[in-house]
């Protein structure tokens, strides 16, 4: 065979096999999210790497405590590769209100400033500018072939508004608009006509997308994506891709969303979003906490792989079991429940999504909450927190604990997906038959090989299953990646009696 022949058969078996590498090297990061080879890991900067000496949760910076910043953010990133993660989702790096704050440090949410970035987040010992600093903690990433996604908040802080109030909403008293109960924001003016594009707001958020950009970053999540309109997201999403064209826009949207998130504000929903531009959004695998059944976890995979399909650019969604607006699995259901979780977000058609410190096994449970404050960076004198939540309002501790038995069930999750990457990415998903409708069952194929996934969604009882094995053959080869004592393969029949939250995961080839 020429050189040339040899090219071209490798180039189209690329082709056919849709991007089937495993190794995510030459894939941009919205390439890798497109075809689900993107691992998400969600981080606050202000904690990731923070040293809690005391152990009292809150970092005191009068005792030589540290909180997290883009430089020492850096000591983690091999930690994190070995977790087989690739992308990080950075929560917002912006800079923070301080006047009708929530919190001591203030919400990363509450944005007051488009053009720069939070000096909480800088390394006072360093030489470098703080946008250096961010610059080199991006470059130190992309060495490990990790990807950057950086937050946009929806909402701006009071003091953004006492600086430029000509950007909010009024409310009936002439007041800045407080939406839903997020009453350390204001909410945007954001025009639907031909305005638009010469207004303060929407030029202020193309300055933050060149900021980005310029910075080395390879996309951004906007949070609450819904309460900005069509027209506002197409033109910002088509501006940032005339910059670079790979640029990866996560709308923080779901199904489930229905209703504008508060009076005044506008309602776009996720399909229109994906629509506008954005590559992905959030699905409602949250819900995993109230499904029961295999139908549930049936419908919402399948509703979701039809509504995907109906568009021209390629769409994904992330594996949101959990985020930071979310409660810990440990609190629902223990390190059980979290295992269950790490299962499908490794074998589902999504891109894997994790919150920092639930790997870690953290409930998110601080003593503090709610406490008068020995000292305070806001107008704010009480340690606010979300209980069971990340805390994303104080100077506060590095999330995790001292287990370790969840790392050990995502690397070992992990390594069967990078074996079998292009099965979980490109394969069919196969809801499979059997006698217990409490069992998630579901089988991915591709190209001659499967991996079958077997849970029992009950946490506290053992149920007794048979489920109905598709492609098994006489020479088939069969590898157990997670299994169980009590279990019994009879050509395509699998018999076992799963402990609560039991799993079994195997391959076919």
């Known amino acids: 065979m020429s050189f040339k022949k040899a090219v071209f058969l490798i180039i189209a078996l690329c082709f056919v096999s849709n991007i089937s590498l495993a190794d995510n090297e030459e894939l941009s990061l919205r390439e890798m999210f497109q075809n689900n080879r993107a691992v998400i890991y969600s981080l606050n900067m202000r904690t990731f790497n923070a040293d809690d000496k005391n152990g009292n949760g809150i970092i005191e910076f009068s005792q030589g405590e540290v909180s997290g910043s883009f430089i020492n953010a850096i000591e983690r990133l091999d930690e994190i590769k070995s977790l ?213 976890l049936e419908n919402s995979v399948q509703d979701r792989q039809k509504v995907l399909k109906k568009y021209k650019d390629k769409k994904s969604v992330i594996g949101s079991f959990e985020t930071h607006d979310e409660v810990s699995p440990l609190i629902i259901g223990g390190e059980n429940f979290s295992k269950i979780i790490i299962w499908l977000n490794a074998t589902l058609p999504l891109n894997p999504y994790y919150v920092d410190g639930f790997l870690q096994a953290d409930d998110y449970i601080y003593g503090y909450s709610n406490k008068r404050a020995s000292e305070t960076y806001t107008d704010d004198e009480y340690y606010y927190v979300h209980q069971g939540q990340i805390d994303i309002f104080n100077f506060s501790r590095r999330p995790g604990s001292d287990s370790t038995i969840l790392i050990e069930e995502q690397k070992n999750a992990m390594n069967l997906r990078n074996k079998y990457i292009d099965v979980i990415a490109d394969g069919s998903f196969i809801p499979l038959s059997s006698d217990n409708e409490k069992i998630f069952a579901y089988q991915r194929t591709y190209n001659k090989k499967s991996v079958v996934v077997i849970i029992n969604r009950n946490l506290v009882n053992t149920e007794d299953v048979s489920v109905k094995i598709k492609n098994i053959k006489k020479k088939s080869k069969i590898t157990f990646i997670k299994d169980i004592d009590d279990r019994k393969l009879d050509k395509s029949i699998l018999s076992a009696k799963l402990k609560p939250a039991g799993i079994i995961v195997f391959t076919i080839e």
């Open 84 to 296: 087989g993660i690739n992308t990080l989702h950075v929560l917002p790096i912006t800079p923070v209100g301080k006047i009708k704050a929530l919190g001591t440090a203030g919400s990363l949410y509450a944005m007051a400033d488009f053009a720069s970035l939070n000096m909480q987040l800088s390394d006072i010992q360093s030489e470098l500018s703080l946008k250096d600093q961010a610059r080199k903690f991006i470059d130190e990433c992309h060495k490990r072939n990790i990807k950057v996604i950086v937050d946009l908040p929806s909402c701006g802080a009071y003091d953004l508004y006492i600086n430029r109030p000509d950007l909010f909403v009024l409310d009936d008293s002439g007041l800045p608009f407080v939406p839903a109960d997020w009453t350390d924001v204001r909410l945007f003016k954001v025009p639907d006509d031909e305005t638009l594009f010469s207004s303060d707001i929407f030029i202020l958020h193309k300055i933050f997308v060149n900021y980005m950009i310029n910075l080395g970053v390879d996309g951004i999540r906007a949070d609450v994506a819904t309460i900005k309109p069509y027209l506002f997201w197409k033109e910002l999403i088509d501006y940032a891709r005339s910059k670079k064209e790979d640029f990866l826009f996560l709308a923080e949207a779901s199904e489930s969303w229905t209703q504008p998130a508060s009076e005044k504000a506008y309602f776009t929903d996720y399909k229109k979003l994906l629509e506008a531009g954005f590559d992905g959004y959030y699905g409602d695998y949250f819900e995993l906490k109230n499904w029961k059944t295999m139908e549930e």
